[in-house]
């Protein structure tokens, strides 16, 4: 082989080299963009994610994922408020609509109407009683327990005054108030009475 | 007047019929009401502890049909009458919904604890009677009522304090000898030992403990009850008044002209 075939080599080599090496930086810039744009569209997931208010919690040592490392999805708190404040708002509605049929209820002076009235009213206690909001409760569920039992026992004997129908709307109102304490419960109930409403049953 | 009232007319006037409770209200209206943790004792020993046996019976099954049938086994003896009457009110008002009827359940427990005390001005607590400390409390959501053991053998409250003080009052009675004749035996025995006077005794010695209670308060007291019978000898004898609701009164014909037509 001749030098001037010699140095031809070297050069080609070098050629080829210097090819491969940027065919290799390509390639390696490519599969790095490969990757940017993966990490990207992770980035993008995790946004929507973000927006949507998802977030991980450390999961305390129960995932059986390797892939998981651990971690549990959960509802978002805002997406829970959200919820809560709908079955508020639901509950609001009923609450709402009972008081203008206990409205209409108060000049009634018929018991057939009344009877009519009063399933009617049962029916939405029995719905807002369906309500987590009402549920979840004590005092609201007992307060929404208590008028149901003062309807099922006073609305078939005789019609009701202005002033016991009154006190309905007085206690289907408590039954959306915040906070709502126990006294409250026991204050409608020495109301009730007081009106000459059965609230219990007779036992003896 | 101020008035003592006895456990009948608590029961009445919280668990009566509405005829029974207008009766209540009418005699008691205009007059300043005490109680005393005697009556409330036996109030939870009575009516409370039978409830909370009511609702644990269907707990146990939540079953409508199981609960009746339990009812009519040997659970309540003397008292069946009462918590069967209460059963069928409670599962037909609820339209035999179990939801409905642990619901109400939950409710009552509460209703029949606060109306005890519904315009009572105060209690009085001579006696010091524990059964007075009983609480409805839950475990698992399940009602328990305290359990508080009277006996012969232990002095846990103060009723033979009371006794000791009324020495005269009782010489009085048992020379009388116009109360009931078990009251009188009992007494006759616990003036020699005032162990006579605790456990199933003092039970029985109820009607006298609650008048001597309305004697030897520092307030003037009279006694209300439904009970006119047993406790009007005592009442003559201690020279206390005594007020009973009159349940045989009819409700008055109507006056306003209307033909009886069909």
Same mark, same amino acid.
């Given at each position: 082989m001749t030098a001037l075939q010699k140095n031809s080599d070297k050069i080609i080599n070098f050629i080829i080299e210097e090819n491969q090496q940027k065919l290799y930086n390509t390639m390696l810039i490519l599969k790095v963009d490969g990757l940017e744009n993966q990490v990207k569209s992770?980035? $993008?997931? &995790?946004?929507?994610?973000?927006?949507?208010?998802?977030?991980?919690?450390e999961d305390e040592g129960n995932s059986h994922n390797p892939l998981n490392s651990g971690k549990t999805l959960f509802r978002a708190k805002d997406k829970m408020v959200s919820q809560n404040v709908d079955d508020f708002q639901q509950c609001k509605r009923i609450v709402e609509r009972a008081l203008e049929i206990l409205s209409d209820w108060e000049d009634i002076d018929d018991i057939k109407f009344q009877i009519q009235y009063a399933a009617v009213i049962i029916g939405k206690i $029995?719905? &807002?009683?369906?309500?987590?909001?009402?549920?979840?409760d004590e005092v609201r569920n007992k307060i929404c327990t208590l008028l149901r039992n003062v309807i099922r026992l006073n609305a078939t004997e005789e019609v009701l005054s202005k002033e016991q129908v009154t006190l309905l709307k007085e206690g289907i109102s408590l039954a959306i108030v915040e906070n709502i304490q126990k006294d409250e419960l026991f204050k409608l109930n020495r109301k009730l009475r007081k009106a000459e409403l059965s609230t219990m049953p007779a036992w003896e | 007047m101020n008035l003592l009232l006895d456990t009948t007319i608590q029961i009445d006037r919280i668990t009566g019929s509405k005829e029974r409770k207008r009766a209540v209200r009418g005699i008691l209206d205009n007059h300043v009401l005490y109680c005393s943790t005697y009556v409330l004792g036996e109030y939870y020993n009575n009516i409370v502890k039978d409830f909370v046996t009511l609702f644990s019976l269907f707990l146990i099954d939540r079953d409508i049909g199981e609960t009746g049938k339990r009812i009519n086994e040997r659970v309540f003896g003397r008292s069946q009458a009462r918590v069967a009457k209460l059963y069928a009110n409670i599962i037909s008002m609820c339209d035999y919904n179990t939801d409905e009827i642990e619901d109400t359940f939950r409710l009552y427990a509460d209703l029949i604890q606060e109306d005890f005390f519904e315009d009572?001005?105060?209690?009085?607590?001579?006696?010091?009677?524990?059964?007075?400390?009983?609480k409805i409390i839950y475990e698992d959501g399940k009602p328990i009522l305290q359990h508080v053991q009277c006996?012969?053998?232990?002095?846990i409250c103060e009723v033979c304090?009371?006794?000791?003080?009324?020495?005269?009052?009782?010489?009085?009675?048992?020379?009388?000898?116009?109360?009931?004749?078990?009251?009188?035996?009992i007494l006759i025995l616990a003036e020699h030992d005032e162990k006579g006077f605790r456990g199933r005794n003092c039970m029985t010695l109820g009607d006298m403990i609650i008048c001597l209670e309305a004697l030897k308060s520092e307030i003037s007291l009279g006694v209300c009850s439904s009970n006119k019978s047993d406790f009007q000898p005592i009442c003559d004898l201690l020279g206390i008044d005594l007020l009973a609701p009159d349940y045989s009164l009819k409700t008055t014909s109507r006056d306003d002209g209307e033909d009886d037509k069909v």
């Open positions: 992770l980035e $993008d997931r &995790l946004t929507q994610y973000e927006r949507e208010q998802i977030f991980f919690l $029995d719905n &807002l009683k369906k309500r987590k909001y009402i549920s979840s | 009572i001005q105060e209690i009085l607590n001579i006696t010091k009677c524990e059964r007075a400390n009983a006996t012969k053998k232990k002095e304090h009371l006794w000791r003080e009324s020495k005269g009052e009782v010489a009085r009675i048992i020379e009388d000898k116009t109360v009931n004749s078990k009251i009188l035996d």
